[in-house]
């Protein structure tokens, strides 16, 4: 149960009765006002600013919000659930439930255990997220680990939340990057064959992981590469290369636990069983009028030299909310990746996608309105691109900077931080920031066992909550520990502010849930679970100097069994959400 989403509907029906009354405009959007926690627990459980919100509509029955205020206040006030609703300040409204509620909440907690905040499957149809994507040109680095591990938990927010997710790989295995990659191999084959190649020439990649592609290359090729025109050789040092890049990357992914549903290839779109997919948008785009031939004006601030006065194929993206229009051909006739990006998204359109969020690193930003408005333009107005940015990851050491790797040659790679700390700390830390907020990552740090390492004090949270039950084991060896019979304990004898506490806060867990799939924002379930957990050392603590508080009692057994109960709704959350994260939750810790 959504305790906020159960009490929004509500506050809705009494407005409407209003509005059945006459008091109210028929046409009400009942969708604008939130009910959501109080800023300060004394103020009550719930607030709600609805009275607010339609303080203009109401002014002609309602001289002022706290007016309107007042009638829903003594409205909520006969709910069953409610202990008391009063107005507060200009007219917000606080609500102060009956005991009984974050009872009954804990007990579906207790008994539904995994499937609790589980949501039912919104309107829109599938989601596809995008992620990674990075060029197959070498390892992944920590940079793309955020991004790998944001989109990841997003997929599985969205998932729990009840949404049909498709995990997209976007493959740039087309363009100039790939050439370069190339021709780095091939020099690796031509080191493979016994040639002194001296050191990497500036521009191409120097990493020790092209090596094994060389080796590769000469053992299927010999000598036969070696004297060809780089016209002949370089299409199949390329594929070969290709997939010996992805095939790195997957095993990096699998590291981390990624897995993606689909790995689309961006040369497929023009040299794909369905031929030119590229141009193909865009003669249907310039048949809709939004694709012309004319002229740009120079960038500002750009030294003329630096700019092309040509005319030449441009998507009307000022249509729809970009700032300038935007060139789809270049002046050797090929594709700009603009154009290639709208034949990509289209398709992702054409697979039944209207719901698309793609995950880029924070130096995309520029890109994010043309994308927005070549999806709006390719799916009619159908279809909505959310863009979600990652900030940049500065990799520490006990507070000095990490930045060299033998394996890439001038980056860590993110399969060497997480054979270092482990997979729950690269992921969980991945996602104790915004994604849009710059991220210090310290490979000491999140490896120690204390309060200020958040993986672990979460994880520990979790490994203390089934300490507990060891304990009850050992104190009352003939208790029904089961989810069932704890979910009958009598809830009521829990009375300690420490206890109601947690109570609310699991209640919390199913609003989080909605809240952060509905905002694309993963990182407010690691925020939440950091909380949860801060709670449950803090009561722990206070059992340590008080008996009467800890969560067995050997001479009250309902007591214990009301508490185990508490215990397990709150160690079911903690799961939970660690699980959304992708971070495991152990049951010891030493």
């Known amino acids: 149960m959504n305790v906020f989403a159960e009490f929004q509907t509500r506050v809705a029906t009494i407005l409407r009765s209003i509005i059945e009354s006459g008091r109210l405009p028929a046409d ?3 969708a604008r006002f939130v009910v959501e926690p109080t800023k300060d627990a004394a103020h009550g459980d719930l607030a709600t600013n609805a009275a607010m919100v339609y303080a203009k509509e109401a002014k002609a029955s309602f001289p002022n919000p706290r007016a309107l205020a007042t009638e829903l206040a003594y409205a909520l006030a006969q709910d069953a659930d409610v202990a008391e609703a009063e107005v507060a300040g200009p007219g917000f409204i606080n609500i102060r439930l009956k005991p009984a509620v974050f009872a009954g909440v804990m007990r579906q907690a207790v008994l ?4 609790f905040g589980r949501g039912a499957a919104p309107e829109g149809g599938p989601v596809n997220v995008e992620y990674v994507s990075a060029n197959p040109t070498g390892p992944m680095h920590v940079g793309h680990g955020r991004g790998a591990v944001f989109g990841d938990a997003l997929c599985s927010l969205l998932a729990f939340a ?3 997710v498709v995990r997209e790989y976007y493959i740039n295995d087309a363009g100039a990057q790939v050439d370069v990659l190339a021709r780095s ?6 080191e493979a064959l ?6 990497i020439p500036e521009g191409l990649y120097p990493g020790d992981y092209l090596k094994s592609v060389g080796q590769t290359l000469a053992h299927d090729y010999g000598v036969e590469l070696r004297d060809q025109p780089e016209a002949e050789w370089l299409p199949k040092v390329r594929a070969i290369a290709i997939d010996a890049m992805m095939d790195m990357i997957r095993d990096d992914l699998a590291a981390l636990n990624i897995v993606h549903d689909v790995f689309f290839s961006e040369r497929s779109l023009t040299n794909g069983p369905d031929g030119d997919c590229v141009r193909a948008v865009i003669e249907e785009l310039r048949k809709r009028g939004t694709i012309y031939e004319g002229r740009l004006p120079p960038p500002k601030g750009a030294p003329a030299e ?3 006065d040509r005319e030449q194929t441009l998507f009307r993206t000022t249509e729809f909310g970009d700032d300038i229009d935007r060139p789809l051909v270049k002046s050797d006739g090929g594709y700009t990746y603009f154009a290639s990006d709208i034949a990509y998204h289209k398709s992702k359109f054409d697979r039944g996608f209207k719901s698309m969020i793609d995950v880029w690193g924070a130096d995309h930003g520029g890109y994010v309105k043309r994308m927005q408005a070549a999806v709006k333009a390719v799916s009619a107005g159908q279809a909505k691109l959310d863009v979600k940015l990652c900030q940049l990851v500065k990799l520490m050491r006990a507070g000095e900077p990490v930045k060299m790797s033998k394996r890439s040659g001038d980056f860590v790679t993110l399969r060497e931080v997480v054979d270092e700390v482990g997979v729950d700390a690269v992921r969980f830390m991945m996602l104790f920031r915004k994604n849009d907020a ?8 999140v490896i120690e066992q204390s309060k200020d390492n958040p993986v672990f004090y979460v994880q520990y949270a979790h490994a203390r909550g089934k300490s507990v039950f060891r304990q009850a084991r050992a104190a009352f060896p003939d208790l029904d520990l089961s989810a069932a019979a704890l979910a009958k304990s009598p809830l009521e004898l829990l009375e300690d502010e420490g206890e109601k506490a947690l109570l609310k806060a699991v209640a919390q867990y199913p609003r989080q849930v909605e809240a952060a799939a509905v905002a694309h924002e993963p990182h407010r379930i690691a925020f939440y679970l950091h909380d949860l957990a801060s709670l449950f050392h803090s009561h722990w603590n206070r059992g340590k100097d008080n008996a009467q508080l800890r969560f067995v009692n050997e001479e009250r057994r309902d007591l214990s069994r009301a ?3 508490l215990v397990l709704s709150l160690t079911n959350v903690l799961s939970s959400g660690l699980c959304i994260l992708g971070v495991s939750a152990p049951d010891e810790m030493r």
């Open 28 to 30: 009400l959007d009942l």
């Open 185 to 190: 191999a091939h020099l690796r084959y031509r």
């Open 162 to 164: 009840g949404s049909t």
């Open 194 to 199: 016994g040639e002194d190649i001296g050191a």
């Open 563 to 565: 508490r185990l109960a």
């Open 306 to 308: 630096d700019w092309e």
């Open 438 to 445: 710059p991220l210090e990552f310290d490979l000491a740090k």
């Open 112 to 115: 539904q255990a995994a499937d």
